[in-house]
């Protein structure tokens, strides 16, 4: 990452250089760490800059909110509030130090001070506020500094630490010259804290190292039409680059779609026109063939709808001699043994033959029975018309959970269409899909359809893993969708996003969607996306 910056390996901070943002980035990588910064507000360039990236400027270590703050032209008021800063000349963020030669060129004198490495230190010891601002390369908007009058620092140095991750303190220098009695005010940016930077005519203590301190103009003092000249930084491309590869949402590749079985019929291209393709399939089935059923049922006297307090008798699991009653299981269910004891309030309440020949039969649901009571629900996220999806826990596993509203009445044909959604999903095998961990009930009516959380491997803005119930509030808000290729036909595309609409009421009916699939009608009707 490191030839992404704007100079080479051989970069030294040693106060000759004010590429702030570049020390921060080598300590950053060398796992130093610092507070955060306290911000009233954050810019509102710097926020757009990070919002192109998916960057929240709080998810940022302290270290990366300096760099970012300085590459972006800000350095902070004794207030921590974040002060404009404009480059002169051709002059950038990282060269506004002012190299000694051209101070002494304009006849101000220096305090000497040795540092650890026998490289020696220099402060400005007797000079004008003329004489500093004849040679600095930046101005800084206005702010407040209480203790203006009474700050002794230096308003220019150059030394520094090469390991030591720089601040980015903006002071006021105030004073009046006892001999001129001229006024000045000096804004400077000073690159170490306040307890560790020496006073006037003072060296660092114990012999320490120096740090960099550039001066700079206050806006006040140009109007608005030489302020024009100035430049305003925007960032350097290797920041936006560093920022964009550690802390940004990755860009590269197909976003996942993990939507079907979870938000209503919400369904990736291909995941989508497979569920209706097959859904249609089923609906214009006359029947099911009673021969490949491995249970029967005499629905004569069942209610069309589902009731709690229905009376249908409930099936014998093991007899050996079936009795004839209205609900009825083959012997061949007594194989089943104790795990499907716990059926007998389903059938109470339920009683549908089609409905338990899918959850007992479907070859695409072996071994995929989970224990009802193994399911602890957490958070609700969305509720439809017929259905609700919910965060729960399975085994420790966090887990998405759609089910059927639970009314008295629940139409058996829901319930159904329930059951064959459940098998399809278990049957779409694909990265893009979602998968099934399984299916459970204690009543047909309380029938759970248990999957993986979609986007689990998706990153907060500051790349920590994001929490399930983040990730579906996305998913039901319409926030998380998934993207197609630039190449992706026109026809296909506007399919693909007929069956994502927010809006139930905007997406095709299958019988729609496979007109749109074979190609009639296709230029007929609009969805609104």
Known sequence: MRSLASSNSSFVYDGTNSDIAQQLYIRHKAGDTDAKVSLSSVPTTVTKRLNRLSVSFD???????????????????????????????????????????????????????????????YYTLICSGDQMLNVSRCVADTFEDSAATSYLGSMWSVGGDPDMAPQIRLRDHAWEDPISKDSYSVYAVHTVSNADDPAWNVC?????????????????????????AMTKPTGSAWVTTWLEEEFGESSEGFDLLLLVPIILGAVVLIAGA??????????????????????????????????????????????????????????????????FSSLSEAYESAGSCKTLKILLSSQHLQEKRLQYESITFQTALSKGSSGQVWVCEHNGQQVAVKRLLQTKNQKAENVLEFAEEIELTASLDHPNIVGLVGVAWNTLNNLLMVLEIPYHDTLTEGGGKAKPVQILQDVVSGTRRPTFTEDCPARILRIGSACLAQDPSSRPTAERLIQELQGRDADEQEYSL
């Open 274 to 339: 497979g569920i209706g393709w097959f859904c249609w399939r089923r609906r214009v089935k006359s029947k099911i063939d009673e021969e490949t059923m491995s249970t029967t049922c005499d629905l004569v006297g069942i209610s069309p709808q589902y009731r709690a307090e229905s009376t249908v008798p409930r099936p014998t699991l093991a007899a050996d001699t079936p009795s004839l009653r209205p609900t009825t299981l083959t012997s061949r269910l007594s194989t089943l043994g104790s795990s």
């Open 59 to 121: 998810d940022l270590p302290g270290l990366v909110q300096r760099a970012v703050l300085w590459d972006s032209g800000f350095a902070l008021s004794p207030d921590d509030d974040p002060v404009q800063i404009w480059t002169m000349a051709d002059y950038t963020m990282a060269d506004l130090a002012v190299p000694r030669a051209q101070v002494s060129g304009e006849g101000c004198t220096f305090k000497n001070c040795s540092q650890p490495n026998d490289v020696t230190a």
């Open 204 to 228: 660092p203590a114990d012999d320490g190292y120096a740090a960099l301190t550039v001066p700079c103009h206050r806006r006040d003092e140009y109007t608005d039409v030489e302020m024009a």
